[in-house]
Each structure stands twice: as structure tokens, then as C-alpha cells.
């Protein structure tokens, strides 16, 4: 492979080390997760994989079963117990999420099936009616395509142009040409918190800030974020902010949009039918309020209870230890990974969440996956979803390791076994 060019020695590196959360016991809270205890290979699984989808506690998955043995049934359309009682969770659900990130009011909690459609949502609810002919949408150059491609759509489609804020060697935006992008014409900023395919923490409150100064409002993509950050959407004051149940130790085809209640009274329904009208005859429809004005059709009820049980069992660890350890993780696997001949970490911003894209001079990241693989290393290789933060380092694919709460210093230690592995492979 050719020797990767614009990579920098991480700045972890020169720092002193970055010390644990104290009393904080990873091995106990990864034995909470069944998944975790599984052996590939006859080798116990080292699960490096989280910013892809991270695997669910006990707790969650006990609660989804109870829910479906117990108290299963459908929401807002019954008068029955159990109708009435499926509700109460799933309205407990979103106020759960709601106090997560601090949202003012719990109809500003809308339930979609993933950050992507939390995106879609915005784009053409908020965007077709916003964004016209001659007007801007800026974007950074280290969107997922889910925060990329709706805007580039829509621009496309209303006659609109999409700017890209660009990015350092680094991986972090470039905040100086941001304010010159912004201008009279921008009507909307979409950025992410986080960057998948690097681990960049971007600097929200000042793009969202230097946003609202423009006249233009600020969605950001919380895909990456939620698991590892505290998110306070008053604090931000965010327009719009997106996450995935997923991501965050909840289960798979729920995510969340939230949205100032002022935008989601204005905004068109994204999809229409059951549950979200007021009046309907053949000739007109009329539409309820928001959360249910964009919740058509039966919504995933189950989900947003897991993803309750997945928020309360996040909030009894406390997401500010999470991230303690985490950053204990990412220090040693960055110092560690940076002593192997011929890795270079790609991406080396100075606030990271626990993530490292790298390159090896001597395989492929579809190789390294795959060797990887064989010692029970789960890790993603690949574009990411991210082609332009690809193109950028003039690299195919990277091959990312990804750490969550339940992840050891052992993980990491199997980590770069495996890697020595590849090398000699390869040699
Ligand atoms: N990134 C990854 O391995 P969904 O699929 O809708 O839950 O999330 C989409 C998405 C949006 N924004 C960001 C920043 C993301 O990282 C993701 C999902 C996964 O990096 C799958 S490509």
C-alpha cells in the first residue's frame, strides 16, 4: 500500500498519560452483556465495533422481553388496558429521552427509525418549505453520506448550493473558513457532533453560535456523540439534533430527532397516515400536533421502551465517567497503536471521542479486518459511510477501531496482538 501522506503524530503522545475513572470496573459491566461473552474461533470475542452499532445489557434486553411477555400492545389507539398501559411506556420513553439531552419540552422528541431518518425528516420537513432557489446549505467535509446526501438532494432538487466546510491534516474543522462561509444566503447548517470515520469531537456550540449570528438554523448529527457525551440541547441551543437508539446500548430501528417546537409546528409532515391526522375527508386532511404529527403509522413501541432501559442504565454509569474511561482507552490505544511499524492513525484531532481510523503500510484495512477477524477482533473497515473524509487523506478505506464503556485494557492489548499478526502475515 502506499505510504499514507498528511498523517500527524497524535498529540496524545506528547501529553502525560490520561489516568481511569477511579473504582470503575469495566470487566463487571462487560459481563453484563451476553453478547460480550461469546467465543469466535474458540477465542473470547474483543468487540471493537461500537460506532457501527454497540451491543445491549442485560438490563435492556430483560426489559424488551418483560414488555413482550407482560404489557405488549398497541399505542394511542385503544381504550383497553393494555392499549392504555403501552402507551404510558412509550410517552415514559420519550420524557426519558427528553430529560437525556435536556429538551424543554417532550413534544419536541420525535421517535424515527434512526438518525438517517431523523436527517430525511428534516430535510424535506423543514428544508423544501426553507430552502429555495440561490439560497445556501452548509455542511462539513466530515459528514456520515446520511448527513450529506439529503442536503445535497435538496439543494439539487430546489436550485440551492451546498458548501462544504473543510478540514486540517488533523481531521478538525477549519473554523476561520467556516464564518466566511456563512453569509445572508445560508439558511441551514447541518454538521455532526462527532465524525465517524475519525473521531473528531467538532466545536458545536461555536458553529451552532457563529450559525444562529448568520440567521441560519443548525441541525447536528448526534449519531456519534450521544454515547459518549453529555447533551444539553438548550444548552447547545441546537435547532434540530439526531441520534440513533442503536448506537447508544438501545436497540436497532429507533433514533431520535429533536426539534425546537417552533420549527416542528411550522414544518410539513414527512409521512403521512395513521395516529398523526386530526380530520380527514376526501376532500382535505387536517394535522395533529407534534410528537404524532410526525409519527405515522404504529411507531416502533417497543424500541423506544428498550431505549429508555438503555438511557437509564447509561445515566446509572453516568456518561461522565463513560467517557473517563473511554479517554483512558483511546490514550492507551492510541500510544500503543503509534509504536507499531508502519500504522499510521488517521485522524488525530485534539478532542477525540474513543476511536482510531488507521492505514497500514502492509495490508489493506479489508486484510486487517479480516486477519482481525480470525483472533475474534471485530472491527469495521471500509469507507465508513464517509467517501469525502476519504478522499481527502487519498485513501481508499481506513480500518477503525471503536471503544465503548464495557471495552478493556486487554481489548486493546488483543488489539495490537492482532496487528502484530497481520505484519508478520504480510512480511
Ligand atoms: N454510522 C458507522 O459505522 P443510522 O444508520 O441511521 O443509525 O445512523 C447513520 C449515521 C449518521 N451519522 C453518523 C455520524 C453516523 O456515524 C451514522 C452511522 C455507522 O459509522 C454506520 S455507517
Not at 21 to 35: E, L, N, S, T, W
Not at 167 to 173: H, K, R, T, V, Y
Not at 325 to 339: C, N
Request: proline residues 6%; negative net charge.
Amino acid at each position: 500500500m502506499t505510504p499514507v501522506m498528511h498523517l500527524n503524530t497524535p498529540s496524545h503522545c506528547t501529553q502525560s498519560p490520561v489516568e481511569p475513572p477511579a473504582g470503575f470496573d469495566a470487566a463487571a459491566i462487560r459481563a453484563q452483556f451476553p453478547v460480550l461473552q461469546r467465543e469466535f474461533n474458540g477465542k473470547p470475542l474483543v468487540y471493537l465495533d461500537n460506532a457501527a452499532t454497540t451491543q445491549k445489557p442485560r438490563p435492556v434486553i430483560d426489559t424488551i422481553t418483560h414488555f413482550y411477555e407482560h404489557d405488549y400492545g398497541t399505542v394511542r389507539r385503544g381504550v383497553y388496558a393494555l392499549c392504555e398501559g403501552s402507551t404510558r411506556a412509550y410517552e415514559e420513553a420519550r420524557a426519558k429521552v427528553s430529560r437525556f439531552i435536556n429538551a424543554p419540552l417532550s413534544c419536541g422528541v420525535i421517535f424515527t427509525k434512526g438518525t438517517t431518518e431523523a436527517i430525511n425528516l428534516v430535510a424535506t420537513g423543514y428544508g423544501r418549505p426553507n430552502v429555495g432557489r440561490g439560497d445556501e446549505v452548509i455542511v462539513s467535509a466530515l459528514e456520515h453520506h446520511a448527513n450529506l446526501v439529503p442536503w445535497q438532494q435538496l439543494c439539487k432538487d430546489v436550485g440551492a448550493t451546498l458548501k462544504v466546510i473543510p478540514i486540517n491534516d488533523a481531521g478538525e474543522l477549519d473554523m476561520a473558513a467556516y464564518k466566511k462561509l456563512l453569509s445572508k444566503k445560508t439558511k441551514l447548517v447541518a454538521v455532526t457532533h462527532v465524525s465517524n470515520a475519525l473521531g473528531t469531537v467538532n466545536p458545536i456550540k461555536a458553529i451552532i453560535d457563529e450559525a444562529h449570528q448568520a440567521g441560519a438554523v443548525v441541525l447536528v448529527d448526534g449519531a456519534q456523540a450521544a454515547s459518549h457525551i453529555p447533551i444539553d440541547v438548550q444548552a447547545l441551543d441546537c435547532d434540530f439534533y439526531c441520534f440513533s437508539g442503536h448506537k447508544l446500548y438501545g436497540p436497532s430501528g429507533i433514533g431520535v430527532l429533536y426539534a425546537k417546537i417552533c420549527h416542528l409546528d411550522e414544518m410539513t409532515p414527512y409521512q403521512y397516515g395513521g395516529e398523526m391526522i386530526e380530520s380527514v375527508t376526501f376532500e382535505e386532511s387536517t394535522f395533529t400536533k407534534p410528537p404524532n404529527k410526525f409519527e405515522a403509522g404504529t411507531p416502533p413501541i417497543v424500541q423506544a421502551v428498550g431505549l429508555g432501559a438503555a438511557i437509564d442504565y447509561v445515566n446509572q454509569i453516568g456518561l461522565p465517567t463513560i467517557a473517563a474511561w473511554e479517554a483512558y482507552l483511546l490514550d492507551i490505544a492510541t500510544r500503543k497503536l503509534s509504536t507499531i511499524d508502519g500504522l499510521h492513525i488517521v485522524g488525530t484531532a485534539a478532542d477525540k471521542v474513543s476511536l482510531i481510523s488507521f492505514v497500514m503500510d502492509q495490508a489493506h484495512p479489508l486484510d486487517i479486518g479480516t486477519i482481525l477477524d480470525t483472533e475474534a477482533i471485530a472491527i469495521r473497515t471500509g469507507h465508513h459511510c464517509a467517501q469525502p473524509v476519504m478522499k481527502r487523506y487519498n485513501l481508499p478505506a481506513t480500518a477503525r477501531a471503536s471503544f465503548a464503556f464495557y471495552n478493556t485494557v486487554d481489548d486493546v492489548d488483543r488489539l495490537v496482538a492482532g496487528l502484530h499478526k497481520v505484519i508478520e502475515l504480510f512480511e
